[in-house]
């Protein structure tokens, strides 16, 4: 599966594309929401965006929120340090939300392969 | 099995792993910055956002990269950041906030972050000091982690919490237990130190603990200390939730490994297991769950070959196979055992030999337990774990000086001549640093013993604090501390002992509420230049000595040709 990754710490998100890698995945990297957008000009170019929450300018539901208002229906998944429940309630069609903690180095891949 | 892939991906992992390691002093150096230059009652949005950025930021890949000890403060830090930012219209900073961020920054500067499972050699050539890391030692204005130390005997709270201080606590003594009650309630401590018996009742501490942590949801970490060292008082404070006991006398570096360990301070090292099969498939799979589990291995497929690995790979255990052809497991052991430094190293059997008469035998030449095959992984697991565990506590006692809590004077000798070994073999760089309090002597007759232990502690503190991983930091004497370091030249040797000097210089001690400093006088040799163990000592003394002469609070460094002795 070809997933579009953003975050804007390029350490954390290095960790996601190896992680997805390992799963057998490949991806792309943007640093931030608007590089993200930017990527998806070609709708069919990602069959998932997962992105980082926090990021300064365009926060990770904000890019959720901008891409189903442009009509982008690529499944989307949040990664967020904090507590992912209120998150969820959030952003109803969002695909998870998941805690970016050692933990998703299970979480993630196993979410992807159910897609 | 592993397979290639997952390396590379441990491999990957590692990699940003020790990206983040070597950004992480910059990073809180940033923070350092921007911190200093905020000024209560002012709006500085500006700044508190590059802040709320860098915690953030820190938090994020922290915990994505799993370094679990930087959660807790990078989270409290950006939450008191939110909570501020969130606010519309003007931004003001107070004072509440320049202290939490003081307090935040201050843990995250006295982490020791560890890149696991470390492969002893691969531990990069980067010397990474903080700029602006906490000078352990004085008793700093900053916030520290908080503890709360109660007894009823006023001097002994008094000093306990002094010293303590000096380990980087925040140690508040209180004297009655309704003090600590009220306290404990209006703030609770990151932990407690408790008394047991009171004039309340032989038993009124651990009474308490267990009063206050009904209420709340997370039991606060607690240690009890205690005269009584009887069956019935620690029966009494286990159940009151004590994580530890220390039997009075306490010792302050004892109590403080300890709340390193309640507080999570310093990330304990990943066990090193040695697997001796003869078949690779075998061993490759102990080693696989053993890794899975978080502990570092090597595998010897031939007998032969085990000597050679123990000497560049500090095993905790070794696990061997009973049968082996020409070497069994039982020889193995006693070749072992007839070589000086393994004498005490735990060998644990795994066979499916289940005839106890057998299993005996193999035991009586000086093994320490038996694996019976099949074998569950997680048997497996706990079983090492376990022995390992237990086998690095006792041999942290019998190595380390009880004041500092550094390596005693026999066990940096050794240390040294191992790492003149594997130097030489790998053709790496090693110096010796031989650092000695200046006018100790007159700290002690000035400001008395206890002044005098709270400067080793400090010395030896800041050494094991500020220097990597992989140096070796043990009390050579007195007040003489030696330091080696692992693939430095002479000139990288100096710039940074120089810079500990300065720092150490600059550390305010009190003791009666007399303020004081205190100095120290190092000289410093290298390998090859000299190339025993021996001479490097006497070498790296020689210099000391320049240093002292030469009016001490100074860096000297030996060559060859200042190496025969001078007539003075």
Redo the contacts between chains.
């Keep these: 599966m070809h997933i579009l990754v953003v975050?804007?710490?390029p350490?954390?998100g290095?960790?996601?594309v190896?992680?997805l890698?390992?799963a057998g995945h490949t991806c792309q990297f943007a640093e931030h929401g608007m590089q993200a957008l930017e990527a998806l000009v070609d709708p069919a170019a990602f069959e998932l965006v997962v992105s980082?929450m926090?990021m300064?300018l365009l926060s990770g539901l904000e890019l959720f929120q901008e891409m189903r208002s442009q009509g982008l229906e690529t499944p989307f998944v949040l990664l967020t340090?904090d507590d992912p429940e209120p998150l969820r309630a959030r952003a109803p069609g969002i695909l998870a939300c998941l805690l970016?903690?050692?933990s998703?180095e299970d979480s993630l891949p196993r979410l992807v392969e159910q897609l | 099995m592993a397979t290639g892939?997952?390396e590379?991906?441990k491999a990957?992992?590692q990699k940003?792993r020790q990206?983040?390691i070597t950004?992480f002093p910059q990073r809180l150096g940033q923070a350092r910055e921007l911190l200093i230059h905020l000024t209560p009652g002012s709006d500085q949005r500006e700044r508190l956002?590059k802040l709320h950025?860098i915690f953030?930021?820190l938090?994020?890949?922290g915990?994505?990269?799993?370094f679990?000890s930087i959660?807790a403060s990078a989270?409290a830090a950006e939450h008191a950041l939110r909570e501020v930012l969130d606010q519309d219209g003007q931004v003001t900073v107070t004072d509440g906030l320049v202290a939490e961020l003081e307090q935040q920054l201050h843990s995250l500067e006295a982490l020791e972050l560890a890149l696991e499972p470390p492969h002893s050699h691969d531990t990069g050539p980067s010397f990474e000091l903080s700029t602006r890391q906490a000078t352990e030692g004085h008793v700093s204005k900053h916030r520290q982690r908080l503890v709360y130390l109660c007894d009823d005997d006023p001097q002994l709270a008094q000093e306990l919490s002094g010293q303590l201080s000096c380990f980087g606590y925040q140690v508040i003594p209180f004297m009655t237990l309704d003090a600590v009650r009220q306290a404990f309630l209006a703030k609770p401590p990151g932990a407690i130190i408790m008394d047991v018996i009171f004039p309340e009742g032989r038993d009124a501490g651990p009474a308490l603990i267990a009063e206050m942590n009904a209420c709340l949801d997370r039991p606060v970490p607690s240690v009890f200390m205690s005269s009584r060292n009887d069956f019935a008082a620690r029966l009494r404070s286990v159940q009151a939730g004590g994580n530890a006991y220390c039997p009075k006398p306490v010792k302050a570096v004892e109590m403080a490994e300890i709340l390193d360990q309640l507080t999570n301070r310093i990330p304990s090292e990943p066990f090193n297991i040695l697997v001796v099969d003869d078949d690779p498939d075998v061993a490759h799979f102990f080693a696989m769950v053993l890794e899975e589990a978080g502990m570092v291995t090597r595998v010897a497929n031939e007998p032969e070959h085990v000597p050679g690995i123990l000497e560049c790979f500090d095993a905790d255990l070794v696990l061997m196979d009973l049968y082996m052809p020409h070497c069994s497991g039982p020889d193995l052991a006693r070749l072992l055992r007839q070589i000086p430094g393994y004498l005490s190293l735990p060998i644990i059997y795994v066979s499916s030999e289940t005839d106890v008469d057998r299993q005996f035998k193999a035991l009586e030449v000086g093994a320490d337990g038996f694996l019976t095959k099949p074998l569950e992984p997680d048997r497996l697991v706990s079983e090492v774990r376990l022995r390992a565990e237990r086998m690095r506590t006792l041999r942290s006692l019998m190595i380390r000086d009880s004041l500092t809590g550094l390596f005693n004077h026999n066990t940096i000798l050794q240390l040294l001549e191992v790492a003149l070994a594997s130097c030489q073999r790998a053709r790496n760089t090693l110096c010796i640093a031989m650092i000695d309090v200046d006018h100790f002597k007159l700290v002690n007759d000035t400001h008395g013993h206890p002044a005098g232990d709270q400067v080793l502690m400090a010395l030896g503190r800041t050494l094991r604090l500020r220097l990597r991983e992989v140096d070796l930091v043990g009390r050579y004497g007195g007040e003489e501390f030696a330091a080696i370091l692992v693939g430095l030249d002479l000139d990288q040797a100096k710039t940074i002992i120089d810079g500990l000097r300065e720092n150490f210089a600059a550390v305010t001690f009190f003791a009666d509420g007399v303020e004081f400093h205190c100095s120290f006088s190092s000289g410093i040799a290298a390998f090859p230049e000299f190339s025993k163990a021996s001479t490097l000592v006497e070498a790296a003394d020689r210099a000391l000595y320049r240093a002292k002469h030469a009016g001490r609070n100074r860096v000297e460094v030996a060559h060859d040709k200042t190496a025969a002795p001078e007539d003075t």
Excluded: Y
């Design positions: 975050d804007d710490d350490l954390a290095e960790m996601t190896a992680v890698e390992e980082d926090n300064p340090g970016k903690d050692a998703m | 892939k997952t590379s991906f990957r992992k940003l990206s983040f950004q956002d950025l953030h930021t938090k994020g890949s915990a994505s990269l799993g679990d959660d989270k």
